[in-house]
């Protein structure tokens, strides 16, 4: 796999891509030799050099963690396109992962700029439950991943 078609899975696109599906993905199908029962995995990275194996996605004990999620680096807009670029895509693994925004427990964000705080803020109200809004931190990072990106999300939500 290129480092594109890798870029393709971080934006969530990785539906569309010719992944093979992983036992983990379907614990019931799982063998004794995979992961710890208990333990399902959503969207792994692949084994490309440089590129961190993680899965964007775990759910176990009831608790679903999904990874720091970013805009896709190709589509980068202002802060609030970010976020509603990434908030979609949250909305589409806590769904993998058998639950929604509504029970998310934490959230952490980091910011490239702290000048961006309120924008960020009207994209993550327009998303969040308001009658479920998780613990949140936000952070200043100065710089993340891929010049131009300005906000990164990472969640728990119950199940």
């Known amino acids: 796999m290129e480092r594109r078609e890798f870029i393709a899975v971080v934006s969530g696109a990785a539906a569309t891509l010719p992944f093979p ?3 983990a993905d379907h614990p019931k199908e799982s063998s004794q030799e995979g992961p710890p029962a208990g333990i ?3 969207e792994p990275t692949p084994a490309i050099p440089g590129v961190p194996l993680i899965s ?9 963690y999904i990874s720091g999620i970013t805009a896709n680096p190709e589509k980068l807009g202002d802060v609030k396109d970010q976020t509603r670029q990434i908030t979609a895509r949250i909305d589409a693994l806590l769904a ?11 959230a952490q ?3 490239t700029d702290m000048r961006h705080f309120a924008d960020h803020n009207d994209a993550w109200n327009e998303w969040v439950d308001p009658k479920n809004n998780p613990a949140r ?11 131009g990106m ?7 939500a119950a199940k």
């Open 150 to 156: 300005l906000v990164e999300i990472m969640v728990t």
């Open 40 to 42: 399902e995995r959503y």
């Open 137 to 147: 931190a936000c952070l200043l990072s100065p710089q993340l991943w891929r010049p």
């Open 56 to 64: 964007f996605a775990v759910a176990h004990g009831g608790i679903a």
């Open 96 to 106: 993998k992962a058998g639950t929604d925004k509504s029970k998310l427990l934490t």
């Open 109 to 111: 964000v980091w910011l």
């Open 21 to 23: 599906a992983l036992a």
